[in-house]
């Protein structure tokens, strides 16, 4: 909103939006936007502003004892003429609150809403910017084959992908048995002999299984990859039968 407006009738222009002020003042006001640029630009951005309000305020009153509780806070000392006067001002001023404290009130939360969500997305657009613009280079590929020499079908790959700073293992597989009840297929990375778990998956009715597993830094060692069949998801180690492996 254009700051500090010099016009006279700058600060006419709230109760004018708001339908405040006699005829005689609004009359003289609507003639005043007519060669005032200024008053004009400043009453858009205000209308912009209203509507931006998506539901009726009304009028509440501040209740009495609200109110002598804060002018005694105000005024502790002595009633006197001139404290009687201003202690009328400014309950006056409280009358007025209900509408420009809650307008100003909406106007602020709106704005630090969709300033954060701005923020946040411009954050997130920059992330996924950098990761996709970055190219993307298979370090190595594993063949996967099936536990039993003669099962020519159970077989699979998995591509070690590296984009940017992040590494992910994906693994397409064909040819296992559909699982029962909890079961599900788990793959293992192998280092010096130590099993850690890169996941579980299940299968469709052909058989096809599909994993992506984004590896840690503690899981960049690794020598092999074992695929075993497990009673359910929630193992840290090896129980079921070994089905596939490097």
Not at 32 to 56: F, G
Not at 72 to 78: G, L, Q, R, T
Not at 209 to 237: C, H, M
Request: hydrophobic letters at 35%; one cysteine or more.
């Amino acid at each position: 909103m254009s700051t500090l407006n010099s016009c006279s009738f700058s600060d006419e222009l709230v109760s004018y939006l708001i339908g405040e002020g006699s005829i005689e003042e609004r009359n003289v006001m609507k003639k005043h936007l007519l060669t005032c640029s200024s008053c004009r630009k400043d009453l858009e951005e205000l209308q912009e502003a209203w509507n931006l309000i998506p539901y009726k305020l009304d009028d509440v009153d501040v209740p009495s004892d609200l109110k002598e509780e804060v002018m005694s806070n105000i005024f502790p000392v002595e009633k006197s003429p001139a404290h009687t006067a201003n202690s009328k001002n400014s309950m006056k001023w409280l009358n007025k609150f209900n509408l420009y404290g809650w307008t100003a009130a909406v106007l602020f939360l709106a704005f630090v809403g969709v300033s954060w969500s701005h923020i946040v997305t411009s954050n997130q657009l920059k992330e996924v910017t950098k990761q996709t613009q970055a190219p993307t280079k298979v370090l190595q590929v594993f063949a996967l084959k099936s536990g039993t020499p003669s099962n020519q079908e159970t077989q699979g790959k998995a591509w070690l992908y590296q984009q940017g700073d992040k590494k992910q293992l994906v693994f397409q597989l064909q040819g296992l048995a559909d699982t029962k009840g909890t079961e599900a297929y788990q793959v293992w990375l192998i280092h010096e002999g130590k099993r850690r778990s890169a996941g579980v998956f299940h299968v469709d009715e052909q058989g096809n299984g599909v994993l992506t597993y984004e590896l840690r830094e503690k899981d960049e060692s690794f020598e092999a990859i074992g695929i075993s069949l497990e009673p359910d998801a929630n193992g840290t180690q090896p129980r079921g039968q070994k089905v596939l492996g490097t």
